[in-house]
């Protein structure tokens, strides 16, 4: 089966490691009756978070991606590398080097230091993923990881400071500021003049299905869908779309997704954030608890939606692959 997925980092990382897990277990119990159906993964990730930290290109939800597929997260935190060291960092603080406010550990320098020597040497982007895809062992899992463009792309934030207007990287407000200053809008620079990345809009169209993972819906999928045609491509796929609602109860399970949908006008809620897919999206999971009117041609599910292991993912996975499943069956059938 193939599953293509846009995702961002921390909450798309663990929904997709449990993808993963939860595709290992249907394979082995149909393996057992003869009759496995083996999962392939294209990711679209978002790089609007990426941005130039000490002369080196960081792509946060990128990295996520890698390092949480691949077995070297650094589970409490979420992001960065399991077992780190901090030298590099506390040397560059010793210097007086800014900004102090962005934690990279030693091992995900190097990440940093390599991109950035391919990049110089004129590589794109999606050649580079591919490269420490390899590293990350991503092919052996059935997972190929496509930056959504090779276009440098960077979101920003236009914040009032005391009164005052000015735009900053996103990664600012995110982490320095913790999305707390009070945020006007966002901009994203270079979005309208960039290209998806080779293999994107044919990931989107030739999939079998496409999962919206419980990433934040403004400044992740929100980025990706910002990209010219991969809106058109979700809307034209004979795919069935299948979304995972990054709220319960009208908060987000982590990161600051209500305080981005408040941003741009819309509503905190599961409904809200379905409204911002409604051009493109069938099969909508839900928390168990959360109100969701019906809405024409959406199927909904209830299901707890909180990844608080593999398992737990595994399990919201699961529903929204059978969800995706049976909406299929249904197309087929009509
Ligand atoms: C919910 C969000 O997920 P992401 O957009 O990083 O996948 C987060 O972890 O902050």
Known sequence: MR???????VGGARFLRGLLHHARQTAAAAEGRGAADHLELTVIGNTGDDITLFGLRVCPDI??????????????????????THHLAEELAALGAE?????LGDKDFATHVYRSQLLGQGMPLSAVVERLSARWGLGELGVRLLPMTDTPVETHVVVDDGGDQRAIHF????VRHR??????????????????APGVLDAIREADLVVLPPSNPVVSIGIILGVP???????????????VSPLV??????????????????EESSAGVAGLYSDFLDGWLVDEDDAMPDRRGLEVVRRPLLMSSVEAAADMAGATVDLGMRLRAARATA
């Open 3 to 9: 599953i293509t997925a846009l995702a961002g980092g």
């Open 63 to 84: 990295d996520t991606l890698l390092y949480t597929l691949g077995g070297g997260i650094h589970e409490g935190q979420g992001w960065g590398r399991a077992d780190e």
């Open 99 to 103: 900004p102090q406010w962005f934690t």
């Open 171 to 174: 990664q600012e407000w995110w």
């Open 179 to 196: 999305a707390a200053l009070p945020a006007e809008r966002f901009v994203v620079a270079g979005l309208d003049r960039a290209t998806p």
């Open 229 to 243: 045609g991969v809106r058109d491509a979700l809307r034209g796929t004979r795919a069935p779309v299948v979304g």
């Open 249 to 266: 109860g009208g908060r987000p399970v982590r990161g600051h997704a209500d305080v981005c949908l408040r941003t741009i006008g819309v």
